[in-house]
C-alpha cells in the first residue's frame, strides 16, 4: 500500500526523487502517465497494478474504452530509477502537468501522484475538515 506525501525537487533535466518506500512497492520498472481523475498531475503504477488498470478499461463499452486508452497510452511512459532512487519525467508529462522546480509525491493506495507543488497546495486548500469529516460518514467508520 502506497500512502504519504513527500516535497521533493525537478531538477532541470527532469528528474525527480522517489522516495524509499514508494521504490520498494513500485519495484523496478513501473509506469508513468497522465493523471485521470480529472486533475493536472502524474500517476505512477507498478506493472502490476498497470495491468489491472488496463484490463479495467478493457471492460468498458468499447466507444468508451477507445477515448480513454488513447488519453492514457499517448501519454504512459515505462520508467526505471536511476542509481540515486530518481526517475525521468519525460517532457511530455512535464508540460501536461506544469511542473517548474518544486512537486509534491503522494501514495494513493495502489498508485502515486506526482503534483505540481503549487497546484497541489491549491487544491489540497479545498480539502477542509468538514468536507473530508462529509465524505467519511458516508463510510459508516
Not at 522516495?19 to 513501473?30: K, N, V
Not at 468499447?62 to 488519453?71: G, I, L, T
Request: glycine letters at 8%.
Amino acid at each position: 500500500m502506497l500512502f504519504g506525501g513527500f516535497d521533493h525537487k525537478i531538477d532541470k533535466k527532469g528528474r525527480v526523487f522517489i522516495p524509499s518506500a514508494f521504490r520498494e512497492e513500485l519495484g523496478e520498472s513501473f509506469i508513468i502517465c497522465r493523471g485521470i481523475y480529472g486533475k493536472r498531475c502524474l500517476c505512477v503504477y507498478s506493472k502490476e497494478q498497470w495491468s489491472s488498470l488496463v484490463e479495467k478499461i478493457g471492460t468498458l463499452p468499447s466507444s468508451k474504452s477507445s477515448n480513454v486508452k488513447r488519453f492514457l497510452y499517448d501519454g504512459a511512459f515505462n520508467v526505471e530509477f536511476d542509481t540515486q532512487g530518481r526517475i525521468l519525467v519525460p517532457p511530455v508529462l512535464r508540460e501536461y502537468a506544469n511542473f517548474d522546480t518544486e512537486v509534491h509525491i503522494i501514495g494513493m493506495d495502489t498508485n502515486l501522484e506526482i503534483w505540481n507543488a503549487d497546484i497541489w497546495n491549491e487544491e489540497n486548500n479545498n480539502n477542509t475538515l468538514e468536507s473530508i469529516s462529509a465524505v467519511m460518514e458516508e463510510l459508516n467508520f
